[in-house]
């Protein structure tokens, strides 16, 4: 538990760039906080590492960078993007700093719980094996449907930037990117499913990886009530909608605006 907690602690500090601006506890802060993981890792366990668990920490700091820097990157690029999301998400300037503290909180435990699994692989110097390699096949699939989304989005909205994207995974899904997300966790939990030997470490990875596929979904949720109040009256995107799943593809979930539940 003790290197679980200086997790913990470099997740909030990482993480605490929120208190510049809400939103970045759950975007910068959170790709900052998975890299921070992510080289703490290999800094703690500098002398148990093994090629699979060197990949595995590696593959924390990549997601992590990626993120972090295609959100920084789209903030400081686009100006109607930025427009759009003040509408769309609170500042957080009438937020106490006691609710604020709450979140900070919250979300850094969450990515700490979302690394667990890597780390106790490490602990228990377990090393490389089966559960090790396909958990990093998993995450590289995840990680590479996330960036091939973002791009193919960055690419169609530059054409036409008042229209919603229907082309390349967005054929297979309507939120690919977040299905690469899902993806990429669970190659992470995978890869510790052989690991966890004491109740602790089962709560700690499965707060970490049912907590994020639940923000998944509150994601989803957010991204469809905007682009039904954008698109809902074009034909073409009613169309999209009832015959392209949300998230899971071969899985007929078109919607899940109803569930009020998803507030995330």
């Not at 700091?61 to 930025?82: D, M, P, Q, T, V």
């Not at 109740?199 to 596929?213: Q, T, V």
Request: with cysteine.
């Amino acid at each position: 538990m003790k290197a679980f907690l200086i997790l913990l602690l470099i997740a909030l500090i990482a993480s605490s760039i929120g208190f510049k601006k809400y939103v970045y506890f759950i975007s910068l802060g959170y790709g900052f906080s998975i890299s921070a993981i992510g080289i703490t890792l290999l800094l703690l366990f500098s002398k148990e590492l093994t090629v699979g668990t060197v990949l595995l920490s590696a593959l924390l700091i990549i997601y992590g960078i990626r993120l972090s820097g295609y959100l920084a990157l789209r903030e400081i690029k686009s100006a109607s993007y930025n427009k759009k999301m003040k509408k769309e998400i609170k500042d957080g300037k009438g937020m106490s700093f006691t609710a604020k503290s709450a979140i900070w909180i919250t979300s850094a435990l969450l990515y700490a719980c979302e690394t667990a699994p890597v780390l106790f692989r490490l602990n228990n110097r377990k090393g490389t094996d089966v559960f090790a390699i396909i958990g990093l096949i998993i995450m590289v699939i995840g990680l590479s449907l996330e960036t091939i989304a973002d791009l193919q989005k960055n690419k169609a909205k530059k054409i036409n930037p008042n229209r919603f994207v229907d082309t390349g995974l967005f054929k297979l899904v309507r939120c690919p990117n977040y299905l690469g997300e899902m993806i990429f966790w669970t190659g992470v939990l995978f890869s510790g499913l052989n690991v966890l030997n004491s109740f602790a470490a089962w709560l700690l990875s499965l707060i970490g990886y049912i907590g994020i596929i639940y923000v998944m979904f509150g994601g989803a949720r957010r991204l469809e009530m905007r682009q039904n109040r954008n698109y809902g009256s074009d034909p073409e995107y009613q169309n999209y909608v009832s015959t392209t799943p949300i998230m899971l593809p071969f899985i007929p979930l078109y919607s899940v605006e109803k569930h009020k539940w998803l507030v995330a």
